[in-house]
């Protein structure tokens, strides 16, 4: 959610904010804004609505001058979406102005005490205490003053702060949310992620929680709450701009969908050595453990359930997967002989990192799954897997999810053969399937050229259920959240044999079901589960395996995967739903990449 940028350099200040800011529209937002310092004043322009808006605006504003600057896009959380309460907000007097990602959970309260001492506010936001604290504080030290205001704001916060007595200077201050350095030659940055400035360097400092820094042209200087400097190593990113770019497609989710042979080939071939798999980062001994729970949000929660299908069938270890907003407010019982699995593309997820503490806090080891290097998940957690999936822009996930359960795929069998439940030769033959995976999901993207067609037909439907068993349920809740999240069609995913409990009275006619049915062991039932919705004048569209003849006669439409070992089908399955959502949307003429209302990076409750 949110992107805040700055940069200190002798470039167009204006051009090199706006940049970042359009590169950052895939985080979610609903305004934005830009300030920039020049000499001993500060000049804003910001906007409810698009950043191409911010960039008219900007354009007609000659007072944006200057060395050094900040911006931010917002996504409400406390005030309604107006050119008022974006960001960057300003001080009174005009001294200071910031940017802010986060929430300040004692806002309110600092808001009323200021208010009381006569300081004004025009904003309904929580981020203008902050402004308001730093100019009402201030003594002409503002490191000092930052630290102090720091110390009295609770919640998350990434800040980034201009001042007037500064000239050519940021200020930044983080505490649990992202933020990054971009270290330049005469040139340096911050921003809430690093594709704002991916085309400017790749030289990145990580901050931690409770640092600062004081940053300019041709300085970092990074600090502590008592001042004291810190010497941090820098990291080069391996990635290339162009991953962060369309590349002639349309949007970022279609090439991300493409891109997915390629993201799980990064994430499977490394870790194969010798035709066995193999987890450095993971110096543990799985016997000590007598569960796994997996906790994590949304699609990451959904690959967590692919993976406890799996770990329970061939490690016979119990396995429980538990939604991270909940988890930390049911007095989960465990201890140190569970092992908690945290999955989270971003690394940044508020409530998985909530849940990572609680798990910490009751002595469980965690492995976390996370995509960011150096993002606060990976850092919390006692081992950290990364999914090398590369940059992900649009807001609804693909290769981060399919990459995510290939990972729990691994870890599975690399855990049933530590745990001494498949013998050498099993594991080499389950290795070789994993190993297959990226050929087999080119494969699915090649079987399934007639979805497009499929949309058309479809896209007009008020509201879709998807049905499955097993493993094929699994599937069917990333499937439902794809739909749904992108096309804004209502979308629910239901266990097939429960639709006689209650699911099958909204069956009416016209009504389309998506029916994976992809588990070949439970494929007379979810059979005889079709027959039941079509005798009830339901449309039928089935994800079957490819030289499955029967599907034909009982569906009114096929998406196809090709046959493979059916304990790993999931990230076949996922694939054609990925496309039907992407059709579906881009029919109902949906903003793909950024769907109303969501963020890319949940850092907040």
């Given at each position: ?210 640092e600062f820094a004081e940053i300019t042209a041709n ?371 949906c903003d793909i990449d950024k769907p109303k209302n ?8």
């Amino acid at each position: 959610m949110c992107g805040i940028i700055g940069f200190s350099g002798t470039a167009d200040t204006k051009d090199v904010i706006l940049g970042g800011l359009k590169r950052l529209e895939y985080r979610g937002y609903d305004s934005a804004g830009i300030a920039i310092l020049n000499n001993d004043k500060i000049n804003m322009v910001k906007t409810s609505g698009k950043v191409d808006q911010l960039i008219e605006l900007a354009k007609k504003n000659d007072s944006l001058t200057g060395s050094c600057g900040i911006g931010h896009t917002r996504w409400a959380t406390h005030g309604v979406p107006s050119d008022v309460n974006a960001h960057p907000h300003m001080s009174s007097d005009g001294k200071f102005a910031i940017v802010h990602n986060g929430i300040i959970e004692n806002y309110i309260e600092i808001k009323n005490e200021l208010t009381r001492k006569g300081v004004k506010f025009l904003s309904d936001t929580d981020t203008e205490v902050i402004v308001q604290l730093l100019d009402y504080y201030y003594d002409g030290d503002l490191k000092k003053t930052l630290v102090k205001v720091s110390s009295m704001i609770e919640g998350s916060y990434a800040l980034g702060v201009l001042c007037t007595d500064f000239p050519n200077t940021i200020y930044v201050a983080k505490v649990s949310s992202p933020l990054l350095i971009g270290v330049g030659v005469g040139e340096n940055y911050f921003a809430s992620d690093i594709t704002a400035f991916i085309n400017k360097t790749k030289n990145v400092i990580d901050l931690d929680d409770g640092e600062f820094a004081e940053i300019t042209a041709n300085k970092v200087f990074i600090f502590d709450s008592k001042l004291k400097e810190i010497k941090k190593q820098e990291r080069k990113v391996t990635w290339d701009v162009t991953a962060a770019e369309k590349s002639g497609y349309e949007h970022f989710m279609l090439k991300e969908i493409m891109e997915q042979p390629a993201s799980l080939k990064a994430t499977i071939e490394p870790r194969i050595k010798d035709n066995k798999i193999s987890f450095e980062e993971l110096n543990i001994d799985i016997k000590k453990y007598d569960r796994i729970l997996i906790t994590a949000c949304g699609s990451a929660y959904y690959a967590g359930c692919v993976g406890r299908d799996i770990i329970e069938k061939v490690c016979n270890i119990p396995v429980y997967t538990e939604v991270a907003s909940e988890f930390r407010y049911r007095n989960p019982i465990i201890d140190e002989k569970t092992l908690v699995i945290a999955i989270s593309q971003s690394g940044e997820t508020a409530d998985t990192i909530a849940a990572i503490k609680e798990a910490k806090s009751k002595s469980s080891d965690v492995v976390a799954i996370v995509n960011v290097v150096g993002s606060a998940i990976a850092k919390l957690a006692d081992y950290t897997i990364y999914t090398w999936a590369g940059p992900e822009i649009a807001v609804a996930t693909t290769k981060g999810y399919t990459t995510q359960v290939a990972i729990l795929y691994m870890f599975a069998i690399w855990a049933a053969h530590k745990l001494e439940k498949i013998n050498d030769d099993t594991f080499a033959s389950l290795t070789k399937d994993i190993k297959s995976l990226p050929e087999r999901a080119q494969r699915t993207l090649d079987l399934n050229t007639r979805v497009k067609k499929l949309a058309d037909k479809y896209y007009e439907k008020k509201s879709v259920f998807f049905i499955g068993r097993y493993l094929d349920y699994a599937v069917c809740l990333e499937g439902s959240l794809k739909l749904k999240e992108i096309s804004y069609i209502h979308s629910e995913a239901y266990p097939a044999g429960e639709l006689k409990h209650g699911t099958i009275a909204l069956i009416e006619k016209g009504r389309l079901v998506v029916a994976v049915c992809c588990y070949e062991p439970l494929l007379d039932k979810i059979i005889s589960n079709i027959q039941q919705v079509k005798a009830r004048g339901a449309q039928v569209l089935a994800l079957a395996v490819e030289g499955n003849k029967k599907i034909f006669t009982e569906s009114d439409d096929v998406l196809l995967v090709p046959k493979t070992n059916e304990l790993f089908m999931a990230v076949m399955e996922i694939i054609p739903l990925q496309l039907f959502a992407y059709y579906v949307a881009k029919k109902n003429g949906c903003d793909i990449d950024k769907p109303k209302n969501l963020a890319k990076s949940v850092t907040v409750e």
